[in-house]
């Protein structure tokens, strides 16, 4: 989705920058190695991996410092919690971004941090040496080489599921005169409903009838903020229809969603939509 507001858009994501969840700026406020690391870590550290590391097809060398609970490992549907400290070949240190926020595992810029992830489970910390390639790649304005990272993984978090009746509403769906079916999932509180004209925030999920997720914000990591006169008709129609803590489903037909656009999800789309608040009317 975009920014734009257009009527080809849905929503506009109000969230911590995609960049600084992915990583790509964690490196630009470089501090020499501190004198209180215990043990110090040097560049010799970091271009050599220890003997007892164990080692990748691909080239990642790992250590596991402290394991984890549980087998259950991440993917890349998943969201995690990370926190890490790295160092650069040169031994200059960095730390990630804090965990406010879980992250989705595809949206991680370092494949070796992704790779590293896939074989821990919650609570595990590891180190991770990353090669050049499994690093930055050597992108303008990164550090060139490879670099050592210590990782926590401090929570995983499945991606919603897609539900079992994308393809065809069921029979206790109740549906508009425009044709937009719904069904409650969660009620809410009160009888106040936003108007066409209102702010909104909530958590959504949306998948094509093929079961295929498309978008969500419950993997972008945070809810999302939109006027309802800015959206797709069915969400335009369908969102006035709750109150806040409500959650439905909404199944939407082509002409009350994207009409065929190229480059939009076609056909009937299937959104789960929670209205967490109205933020102006």
Known sequence: MTSSLSKCSLVVF???SACALCFPHAVLAQQPAAASQSPAVTAADVVTPPADAQKTASGLAFKVVTPGSGS???TDTDLVKVAFNGWTKDGKSFSGPP????MQMSQIILPGLSEGLKLMTTGQKTKLWLPEKLAFGGAAGKPAGPILLEVVLLDIVAAPATPADVATPPADAQKTKSGLTYKTLKAGNGNDHPAKSSTVTVHYSGWTTDGKM???SVVKG????FPLDKVIAGWTEGVQLMVP???CRFWVPEKLAY???EGRPKGML????ELISIDAK
């Not at 965990?99 to 879980?102: L, S, T």
């Not at 945070?222 to 903020?225: Q, V």
């Not at 299937?270 to 939509?273: H, N």
């Open 270 to 273: 299937v959104f789960d939509v």
């Open 72 to 74: 259950v490992k991440p």
């Open 259 to 261: 009409q065929g656009q």
């Open 222 to 225: 945070a809810p999302s903020k």
């Open 14 to 16: 109000v969230l911590v």
């Open 245 to 247: 803590g409500q959650a």
């Open 99 to 102: 965990p406010v926020r879980p």
């Open 214 to 216: 498309f978008d969500s």
